[in-house]
């Protein structure tokens, strides 16, 4: 019923730029909160940056400073701007939201597939 698909990834020197991008589709009636993970090689997923259903972020304290998390509420599409990365960055990127889906009445939550970000030295 929901979809979140990920774009953007790809390889980069340390200290490049990418964006990534996260649509949501599908029978949305609304979103209530939306954010970025990441899951490097042996690592545990973390949270990267998000929005609360109270519309403030939250960005993890590696990446402040360097990363910062927008969307367009219209296009129901979260973004990532990611700038000076360094090899540490080097993760799958996952886009995750909870939503409220037309007829189930409840919020429930949806991941993306991931996209992978790599950053040479």
């Known amino acids: 019923q929901v979809q979140l698909v990920e774009s953007g990834g790809g390889l980069v020197q340390a200290g490049g730029s990418l964006r990534l991008s996260c649509v949501a589709s599908g029978s949305i009636l609304s979103i209530n909160t939306m954010g970025w993970y990441r899951q490097a090689p042996g690592k545990q997923r973390e949270l990267v940056a998000g929005f609360t259903s109270a519309g403030s972020t939250n960005y993890a304290d590696s990446v402040k400073g360097r990363f910062t998390i927008s969307r367009d509420n219209a296009k129901n599409t979260l973004y990532l701007q990611m700038n000076s990365l360094r090899p540490e960055d080097t993760a799958v990127y996952y886009c995750?939201?909870?939503?409220?889906?037309?007829?189930?009445?409840?919020?429930?939550?949806?991941w993306g597939r991931g996209t992978q970000v790599t950053v040479s030295s």
């Open positions: 995750n939201a909870v939503i409220l889906v037309h007829g189930l009445g409840r919020l429930s939550d949806y």
